[in-house]
């Protein structure tokens, strides 16, 4: 595809409900980055990717959430156990160089409500 | 800690009035200042990055400048398609800190009435 792609767009959980979100970034583009926004804020960094190694993931609130990206390029965001905090939406974004310096291009993001 | 204050937070201009939209920033070694816009429903949508103060860019009726402590977001003869929430990020080079993130302000909402 042209752009990032994010799925699913919605997701509605139960609390305490395991979630997994896909994103799938610009092909060969090697910094994925995921940023987590809340209604009126703006994006809050989660994790970062370069290629297949997760360098980065001071954002990351809680061990409920984990990141991965096994070969450098789908990944997946999992929240376990969800929370009503949880409700938000989560943004993905790809950059083509290593240095997260280069033009990021956003997907639609997810929005997920924790019910 | 890395900090971005945008200002205003909501932003109403008549079509044809020029405005500016401010960003202060405090950032230990700053890498890059963007400015990304964001439409209801979708992820941001990168406009510009600036690198050093000083330095100016332009597109359209959009032009983004820096200085050691403020970027402004210039929009100039908007038109009613310019009405959507201008979000500035700062990246920071900071030792011993993440290299990589964006620090994200909350916004600001442009609303353009034609």
């Known amino acids: 595809g042209a752009g990032v792609s994010q799925s699913p767009r919605y997701k509605v959980a139960k609390r305490g409900q395991d979630v997994a979100l896909r994103c799938d970034p610009i092909s060969g583009h090697v910094s994925l980055f995921w940023y987590q926004q809340a209604l009126g804020q703006g994006p809050e960094f989660l994790t970062y990717f370069q290629n297949e190694a997760q360098l980065d993931k001071s954002g990351l609130p809680s061990d409920r959430f984990f990141a991965e990206r096994p070969e450098g390029s789908v990944s997946t965001l999992k929240i376990q156990r969800t929370q009503q905090e949880d409700s938000a939406v989560y943004l993905c974004?790809?950059?083509?160089?290593?240095?997260?310096?280069?033009?990021?291009?956003f997907g639609q993001g997810t929005r997920l409500t924790v019910v | 800690e890395d900090q971005v204050t945008q200002s205003p937070e909501a932003l109403r201009l008549q079509e044809g009035e020029s405005s500016s939209l401010n960003c202060s920033y405090t950032?230990?070694?700053?890498?890059?200042l963007f400015w990304y816009r964001q439409d209801p429903g979708k992820g941001p949508e990168f406009l510009f990055t600036l690198y050093s103060a000083g330095e100016e860019k332009e597109k359209e009726r959009l032009k983004a400048t820096l200085t050691k402590k403020e970027s402004f977001l210039h929009i100039t003869a908007p038109k009613p398609e310019d009405s959507a929430t201008y979000l500035c990020?700062?990246?920071?080079?900071?030792?011993?800190?993440?290299?990589?993130?964006?620090?994200f302000g909350k916004g600001t909402l442009l609303t353009v009435n034609p």
């Open positions: 974004a790809s950059s083509q160089g290593p240095t997260g310096l280069t033009e990021a291009f």
């Open positions: 990020a700062v990246q920071a080079g900071n030792s011993g800190g993440s290299n990589y993130k964006l620090t």
């Open positions: 950032v230990s070694g700053l890498r890059g």
